[in-house]
């Protein structure tokens, strides 16, 4: 194996408007984050608020990840879901899957956790400023995307039109209900959901999120971001052909595949592309030729 940890230093060190972390920082040394506020918005997701124990500001782009640990448990990867914009605190999201997740989620508001990051490639916010852009978000896929989604929102100004697509199994498993609330009547975006599965109480749409893009007009020269439940991304993509969206203006999310964060354990590999260092975010362009990515 060639890749070493210094991938993931140069990639964050280069790229992007803040870099991330210090390119001189070492990536194996956790500090300690203080959790201020949990909410759980379904039966398997908590969302937890934390804020770094020195209380510096924790400098990521929208899209990197964090590895989350727990001391005697382990660490696992996971997207920041919050924007850089906001700046006394950061967002994660934790759904109970496994025994470290499951631990990290009996955590309560004055409990700690450590952080190792940000890492990886975020969104290349250069290449979206200036141009109408479409989120498309499936599931638990809400969390890295809400970090892009609150970043342009946060800098309207600088981008055209903006669209945002969600869609959940069910209204129960719906994520960020505030922001939900908040976006369903805003002016300064365009937003639509879906549920699989509706319940007597639920009114909107019902169908897989691709019966949303019949809704609105989306200009070809859009840059879109899909991430969600890897069965969404060839469908969505589909669409995206329709609309003659070109593969290089389609950016997908694939940190589902992380393990380690750095590029040593080789968990991420598809191909010579490490989703860890080379992404997660990746253009459709960089990835649609390689079988494993979707």
Known sequence: MKRHCS??????AVHGESGGRDAG?????????????VEQPTTMERHFTLRLADETPLDFEPGQILEVGLMGYGEIPLGLASSPTRRNTFDIVVRSVGRVSQAINRLQPGDSLLIRGPLGKGFDLAMFRGHSV??????IGLCPTRSLIQYILDRREEFQRFTLF??????????????????????TVEYFETVDKGDPGWRGNVGVITILFPKVKI???????VCGPPIMFKFVIRELAKLGIPH??????????????????????????YVCTDGPVFSFA??????EAL
């Open 7 to 12: 991938c993931g230093v140069s990639s964050m």
């Open 25 to 37: 920082a070492n990536l194996f040394l956790p500090r300690k984050a203080v959790i201020l506020r």
């Open 134 to 139: 479409l989120v498309v978000a499936g599931g």
């Open 166 to 187: 969600y869609g959940a199994r069910d209204p129960q498993q719906q994520l960020f209900l505030k922001d939900l609330a908040e976006w369903r009547g805003s002016k």
């Open 219 to 225: 200009d070809p020269g859009t840059k879109v971001v």
């Open 248 to 273: 290089e203006d389609i950016f997908v999310d694939l940190e589902r595949r992380m393990k380690c964060g750095v590029g040593k354990c080789g968990h991420c590999q598809i191909n010579d592309k």
């Open 286 to 291: 960089e990835i649609k030729t390689l079988e």
